[in-house]
């Protein structure tokens, strides 16, 4: 019923930046929390950043100030803005949504595919 789907990710070098998208489609009442996690080779997923409908964010302390979260609630799209990349900054980054649809009116989490960001020179 919902589908997320990212893009923008690729290869850049160290100090080089990139933007990631995510649209959230479907039968969508309304969204919630969304977010960016990310998974490296042979680590745990963590938190990148997250955004509330109002706008408040939060942000792993490995990116702040240099990654910015940001959503277009009209297009049901979040997109994080990654400068200054780093070499461990390479992973595959997954985006997330805290989603109503028009059926149940009950909140569950939806996440896209994955998208990969490698940082290399």
């Known amino acids: 019923q919902v589908q997320l789907v990212e893009s923008g990710g690729g290869l850049v070098q160290p100090g080089g930046s990139l933007r990631l998208s995510c649209a959230a489609s479907g039968s969508i009442f309304s969204i919630a929390n969304m977010g960016w996690d990310r998974q490296a080779p042979g680590k745990q997923r963590e938190l990148v950043a997250a955004?509330?409908?109002?706008?408040?964010?939060k942000y792993a302390d490995s990116v702040k100030d240099r990654f910015t979260i940001s959503r277009d609630n009209a297009k049901n799209t979040v997109y994080l803005q990654m400068n200054s990349l780093k070499p461990e900054d390479t992973a595959v980054y997954y985006c997330?949504?805290?989603?109503?649809?028009?059926?149940?009116?009950?909140?569950?989490?939806?996440w896209g595919q994955g998208t990969q960001v490698t940082v290399s020179s």
């Open positions: 997330n949504a805290d989603v109503a649809t028009m059926s149940s009116l009950i909140y569950q989490d939806y």
């Open positions: 955004i509330t409908s109002g706008g408040s964010t």
